[in-house]
């Protein structure tokens, strides 16, 4: 049997390859918030810039309207998903790690969480708070882009 501080030498190849994988995870993550950032801003331009042409088209503004909010809503979906797929990573990374000598992930997430308790400026706030802020300002631009173009058509 194996103590914390005689680990099993294919228990800790495993918990390399748990660190590696959430790594990736978080890659792709990155990667995929990078491609709805920029379609998003694609949308927003798009719209902002073809004001007085394409855009007083009902239709294309429907169009752009509905494609972006739709687009925030699978940005929103996807970043659930990959946040619930780190937090079961951690968790058998976690559990991994009481069986080694060094709890590293654990410890810096104690940190992490005493932090969170402290001053207000000195708080640690979580990467993916601010990376849901993204698609719901996302969101209420294109609820507000789409809004003053139906105004614009409607209302004289």
């Known amino acids: 049997m194996t103590t914390p501080s005689d680990p099993h030498p294919s228990l800790l190849d495993l918990y390399k390859l748990a660190v590696e994988m959430a790594d990736r ?35 294309t503004s429907l169009v752009f309207g509905l494609a972006g909010i739709t687009l925030t809503a699978a940005w929103w979906v996807q970043l659930r998903s990959y946040r619930q797929l780190n937090n079961a990573k951690f968790a058998v990374i976690n559990a991994i790690e009481k069986q080694l000598p060094a709890q590293i992930f654990t410890d810096e997430w104690a940190v992490l969480q005493k932090a969170a308790k402290g001053p207000r400026r000195s708080r640690y706030a979580e ?29 004289p």
């Not at 995870?25 to 801003?41: D, H, I, K, P, W």
């Not at 990376?131 to 058509?153: D, H, S, T």
């Open 127 to 155: 990467l993916g708070f601010s990376e849901r802020m993204v698609p719901l300002i996302f969101l209420m631009l294109n609820l507000l882009l789409l809004g003053a173009r139906l105004m614009e058509k409607y209302l």
């Open 25 to 59: 995870v978080s890659a792709r993550r990155g990667l995929s918030n990078s491609f709805f950032l920029t379609v998003q801003t694609s949308f927003v331009a798009a719209t902002g810039i073809t004001g007085n042409s394409i855009a007083k088209s009902l239709w």
